[in-house]
């Protein structure tokens, strides 16, 4: 009864969660964009005392039920050690007792709270469970769920319906997208070996959990008059944490599945209140297998195929000149979100979930490449600009690294400024009237002036107002310069308000 | 988008005096039938409609084909070549059933419709069809370039001689003058056709009174043996601010005796594909006949026109017309009034004039212009153009806007990445300034998903 609960509510959890990830329409968020928010590492670094404390006592009451039910991360290597167990009868009865590795659990938690406190967030987000699972969320499966999105919205065409609507698919950043196989292979390959090896030997929450854990109110107690020591119970442990010998079950790694209380045949495990070591009633265990049936859908993919027309060479009707694709600028410093506040602020709360990528609408937000931010997002304008009407980034995040702000703050946030390379402009390069950048500036900070003041009929050739600019890149954007747009933006290291 | 809410008040007022008058009509067309003729049942199945042209005494079939919309498929390396296969289907189904005028020019379909024109009409008796083609020096108007043009036509339509040679696209007295007169052009024009390789020299016209009037007085110099221009139920009273009405511009004609060869009959398909309203007020008085119908009966109403000419991509569209025109019944005076109160509520629309010609075309910065205006006029026509956000069926409209308008048109190609520079403009035969027209598009899409409307 109480495993059913537990693979329910999981069920719910781990759907939900990933949803987020899925979800590009923003509607979802709205309804479950707690679920992100109640996830332990973004909560700590969004100073979310309610949560974490909330969390906690849950902890000291009933175990490491957090691991089981709301870590999507844990539920996924639920879902693997399933599959395998499904496989064969004897395979479900795989697992064995290990005594803890306390060295190396204890010292990847103070090596992970260190990397954290250094600044290394890059280094800390690797064994991060959310942070992982978020990964490998946005990165393969988002894609996918978005070439199903694309082949309804292929029949939707055909059929002229607007329930559905094609995206852009493309990898963000080719090292995250490596980093998030990896971190699969690595934790699926655990998983479908030992069950919960990762959450109780190297994952630093589980850790940081144990010490709670250890003292629940709750627990699985194992009443050594009924046990006849079958063992049956620590082969089906997928945290390796029930010694059938001693009777006693290691409750820092326990994570309350409530397996072996459907295991013994004997009714001998109960998950009762520890203190009083009292028999209540005892009802006949049932060994009832249970069939949690969960379907994958993938959906098939559609090769999205772009046309490319050469420019015609000599003057006729029709076709459709080539247009290359604009290459990112450097950047001397990154662009972030406004709501971030500043390049500091967001450093030392981000995650790297990836939860604001998968939400962002516009294409603009895309995991950093570079060291010391590895895989936290950042801005780039090559696909789209920071559209004025939307906050989603800001909405989504969990951590407290993108704050909430409203669309009417956001028009008033300074997060970078453009700067102009006249040498690039179409105005200059092609002899053509053009001023897209001022045309489309949400901000009035760009205005055309004469190229050469001393005539009266010349061309306009477009100058910014730093002051005014907020960093959007609109212009940017909608630059005709190629390969490198004549006006890009600069980051700013503190969000100002103008 | 004041000027919207303004039109579309102004709009209902009229279309409900319309509904009223209307109603008065059908009763009067139901009594007529009875009595009199019944004249679509009867159309179609008798022979094609000729006119004979008073220099030559052609008789030309009073449906031309015009080639400037073959079928399109991409080949091997993704680039959009004519569907040769199917063109000849087209072509060998058009001769079958009377359709003997072929008109091309060398810039049609990216410069591909001449040699699949000429490669399917090889297939038939020389005699058996007219080709008209043009001489489209807009780019290099050079005495070497023209003369080289003409040459290529004959290479690509496999002829030793053309039956109707137009001067391309001429607006006024200036670019006539520019491109044919001053680099003498003309005369070796005219040299050819005393040498029978140009049995009938003519040009084609868009333009205002003023620029028509200049060309007309040069009839005694050159004895011009047709002129194309453009007529349709819209453009006969009501042309664009730019261009001339055609019923100015066939009276011109009819008084010199020259003969009419009609272009944009259906205003690029916009009068075939008319809003809702429109067609069921054509489907009411003609519950048979296809909307498209309508127009290019009004066409060939007028006696002074030689042929009418129309791009059929499809089969069924050939086919329907071929129905029209075999043969064709002339539009009484009851029914040229009745068309004359649709043009009007057509005229109400504020679709943009856009034919789909795609002269403008490539732009240089990628940008799709006809798509991006014919999307536009697809969705007023479709009444998926929110004026408010308060409007009733506004979510609706805006998602129906955003979403068909990502499909119809690449993010590359969409209106925001118009540079206003202004190059296509020279091209557009319909005079639209394209620009203008592409902010406004792009304005009202940014306040659609800003919802600032």
């Known amino acids: 009864m109480l495993r059913k609960f537990r693979i329910i509510l999981a069920a719910a959890f781990f759907t939900g969660v990933t949803l987020l990830f899925l979800d590009f329409t923003g509607a979802l968020h709205s309804w479950l964009g707690w679920m992100a928010k109640v996830q332990l590492l973004p909560a700590i670094l969004a100073v979310n005392v309610v949560t974490v404390a909330v969390l906690l006592l849950l902890t000291l009451l009933f175990g490491r039920i957090y691991c089981s039910v709301i870590c999507p991360l844990g539920i996924m290597q639920d879902v693997v050690s399933w599959i395998h167990g499904r496989t064969k009868k004897k395979n479900r009865y795989r697992f064995t007792y290990s005594p803890a590795k306390k060295w190396l659990r204890y010292t990847l938690l103070v090596l992970f709270v260190v990397a954290l406190f250094a600044g290394a967030h890059s280094i800390a987000v690797l064994i991060a469970p959310y942070s992982a699972y978020g990964r490998i969320a946005a990165n393969l499966l988002a894609p996918v769920y978005r070439l199903g999105n694309n082949f309804f919205a292929w029949i939707a065409e055909r059929a002229g319906s607007y329930a559905f609507y094609s995206v852009e698919v493309w990898i963000k950043s080719f090292t995250t997208f490596i980093i998030a196989v990896v971190t699969f292979v690595i934790i699926a390959v655990l998983a479908w070996k030992n069950g919960r090896t990762w959450c109780n030997t190297i994952c630093p929450v589980g850790t940081f959990l144990g010490f709670f854990s250890r003292y629940s109110l709750f627990a699985p107690v194992i009443d050594k008059a009924k046990c006849t020591s079958c063992g049956l119970c620590s082969r089906q442990c997928k945290a390796s944490c029930i010694n059938p010998k001693e009777h006693e079950i290691d409750y820092s790694r326990c994570v309350v599945c409530m397996d072996c209380l459907e295991s013994c045949r004997e009714g001998a495990i109960h998950y009762a209140f520890r203190r009083k070591r009292e028999e209540k009633a005892s009802d006949t265990g049932r060994a009832v297998s249970n069939d949690g049936r969960r379907a994958f859908l993938t959906s098939a993919v559609i090769a999205g195929a772009s046309t490319a027309l050469k420019a015609q060479e000599m003057k006729v009707d029709g076709g459709l000149a080539e247009i290359a694709r604009a290459e990112k600028p450097q950047r001397s410093a990154p662009i972030v979100p406004a709501g971030s506040i500043s390049l500091k602020n967001f450093n030392d709360h981000c995650t790297s979930c990836q939860l604001c990528v998968s939400a962002c609408p516009n294409n603009v937000l895309r995991p950093s490449s570079s060291l010391m931010t590895l895989m936290q997002p950042e801005m780039s304008y090559e696909r789209g600009y920071c559209r004025p009407e939307c906050t989603r980034c800001s909405e989504v995040c969990p951590a407290g690294a993108i704050r909430p702000i409203s669309k009417e703050e956001k028009s008033s946030v300074q997060i970078g400024h453009a700067v102009i390379d006249l040498n690039l402009c179409v105005v200059n390069t092609d002899e053509v009237s053009c001023g897209n950048c001022s045309r489309h500036c949400p901000s009035g900070a760009i205005s055309m002036v004469r190229r050469n003041p001393d005539q009266e009929a010349t061309l306009m050739i477009p100058v910014v107002d730093e002051e005014k600019c907020i960093g959007c890149g609109a212009c940017e954007n909608l630059c005709p310069a190629r390969p490198f747009t004549a006006i890009h933006v600069e980051g700013h290291e503190i969000h100002k308000e103008i | ?179 044919f007169v001053d680099n003498g052009v003309l005369d070796f024009l005219l040299e050819e056709r005393k040498a029978g390789r140009i049995r009938n020299l003519g040009f084609s016209f868009h333009g205002n009174a003023e620029g028509w009037d200049e060309l007309m007085q040069t009839h005694d110099l050159y004895h011009w043996d047709f002129v194309q221009i453009q007529l349709n139920y819209v453009d006969w009273k009501h042309a664009s601010a730019r261009a001339t009405n055609a019923e100015y511009l066939q009276q011109e004609l009819d008084k010199r005796g020259i003969p009419s060869i009609i272009m944009e009959p259906l205003l690029g398909g916009r009068l075939a594909k008319v809003p809702q309203h429109i067609s069921d007020r054509l489907k009411e008085r003609n519950p048979q006949g296809s909307v498209a119908s309508w127009a290019f009966r009004f066409a060939g109403t007028p006696k002074g026109v030689l042929c009418v000419l129309s791009g059929m991509t499809y089969m069924e569209h050939l086919q329907d017309n071929v129905g029209t025109y075999s043969p064709l019944v002339p539009l009484n005076e009851d029914e040229l009034a009745f068309l004359e109160e649709t043009a009007e509520l057509i005229r109400k629309y504020p679709t943009i004039p856009c034919n789909d010609c795609k002269y403008c075309m490539p732009c240089p910065y990628g940008i799709d212009i006809p798509a991006i205006l014919l999307h536009y006029n697809k969705c007023v026509n479709a009444g998926e153009v929110a004026a408010k956000t308060t409007d009733e069926g506004y979510r609706k409209a805006r998602r129906a806007y955003l979403v068909s308008y990502d499909r119809a048109v690449p993010k590359l190609r969409q209106a925001d990445r118009c540079i206003s520079c202004g190059i296509c403009t020279g091209h557009c035969p319909q005079n639209i300034d394209i620009p203008k027209e592409i902010r406004k598009i792009d304005m009202y899409i940014e306040n659609l998903r800003k919802e600032t409307l």
Request: a positive charge; glycine letters at 8%; aromatic letters at 10%.
């Open chain 2, 1 to 179: 988008m004041k000027q919207n809410k303004i039109d579309r008040r102004e709009f209902l007022r009229t279309s409900a005096r319309a509904g009223l008058v209307m109603g008065g009509l059908g009763i009067l067309a139901g009594c007529r039938n009875k009595t009199a003729q019944a004249p679509v049942s009867s159309a179609g199945k008798g022979e094609m409609t000729y006119r004979t042209s008073p220099g030559s005494g052609d008789k030309v079939s009073i449906l031309g084909y015009g080639c400037m919309r073959w079928p399109m498929i991409k080949n091997d390396d993704g680039q959009d070549v004519v569907d040769q296969e199917t063109t000849n289907r087209l072509v060998d189904y058009a001769i079958e059933h009377g359709v003997n005028y072929f008109d091309t020019a060398p810039v049609y379909l990216q410069g591909q419709s001449e040699t699949a024109t000429g490669t399917a009409l090889k297939r038939h008796p020389r005699n058996s069809y007219f080709i008209a083609t043009k001489l489209s020096n807009f780019s290099n108007h050079s005495r070497e370039n023209s003369i080289a043009m003409y040459r290529k036509s004959f290479e690509n339509l496999q002829t030793d001689y053309i039956d109707y040679y137009l001067l391309h696209n001429i607006s006024g007295m200036a670019a006539f003058k520019r491109r």
